[in-house]
């Protein structure tokens, strides 16, 4: 089955700093990779994705990549802000059955 | 619309007890999944029903099962508790089955469960 790896799990950055965190998928026919927000005690959030025929999407302050061929995808947040504190889960699904990452705890700093 | 719901929000058991959780989706959305979120695993999928159809199963023992209703409601039950059931127990729900294509899901609040 599919194995999603999550790097970091704690990501710690002062206001204003960028933010990046990685994930590794193995199954090459993953083909749809979302990334979700999760605020503490709230619900997962979609904030964005990106499908197999695309590198990389951005959507004002938040960007994702994909390098199908070494099986890996980033989310990329600039300027940070305090309100940007939460945990980053991203997903790999291709079969019918998402695999999530561990999730990385991102902290900013005012 | 209204977003995905579920209840309880929060519920206390007992070892050897059995429990049913609640699910309702987004109206006109037809899939809903399953999933429990814990500190040291994260989000595990449980399963994921389409037209009161179990399509997809994760890797989780019989005691955990489930069910969806014709109005797209879904519950699932956990029955003969166990402490490590202990999690929050997310639904999501989509307009389609997941598929390679793949539809947003859109998670609701999550049921708390101890189980003492």
């Known amino acids: 089955g599919e194995n999603v790896e999550q790097h970091p799990s704690t990501l710690s950055v002062q206001e204003g700093d960028s933010a990046v965190i990685k994930c590794t998928y193995s199954?090459?026919?993953?083909?749809?990779f979302p990334w979700y927000k999760q605020e503490l005690g709230k619900r997962p959030q979609l904030i964005i994705d990106?499908?197999?025929?695309?590198g990389e999407k951005k959507d004002q302050r938040i960007a994702v990549t994909l390098n199908k061929t070494a099986k890996h995808f980033s989310l990329h947040i600039t300027e940070t802000q305090p309100e940007d504190s939460a945990v980053y889960f991203c997903a790999a699904s291709g079969s019918y059955i998402p695999t999530f990452g561990r999730g990385t705890s991102l902290i900013v700093h005012p | 619309k209204a977003g995905v719901t579920q209840t309880p929000r929060y519920l206390i058991k007992t070892r050897g007890q059995q429990v049913t959780l609640s699910c309702s989706p987004i109206s006109g959305h037809r899939s809903v999944s399953w999933y429990q979120q814990t500190p040291g695993q994260g989000l595990q999928f449980l399963f994921e029903?389409?037209?009161?159809?179990?399509?997809n199963k994760g890797n989780f023992p019989g005691r955990f099962s489930g069910r969806q209703f014709s109005n797209s409601r879904s519950e699932m039950n956990v029955s003969t508790l166990e402490l490590g059931d202990s999690a929050l127990y997310l639904c999501?729900?989509?307009?389609?089955?997941?598929?390679?294509?793949?539809?947003?899901?859109?998670f609701g609040p999550g049921t708390r469960l101890t189980v003492l």
């Open positions: 999501a729900s989509s307009l389609e089955a997941l598929s390679p294509a793949t539809d947003t899901q859109y």
């Open positions: 199954d090459s026919a993953s083909n749809y």
């Open positions: 990106i499908r197999s025929n695309v």
């Open positions: 029903y389409f037209s009161e159809t179990q399509r």
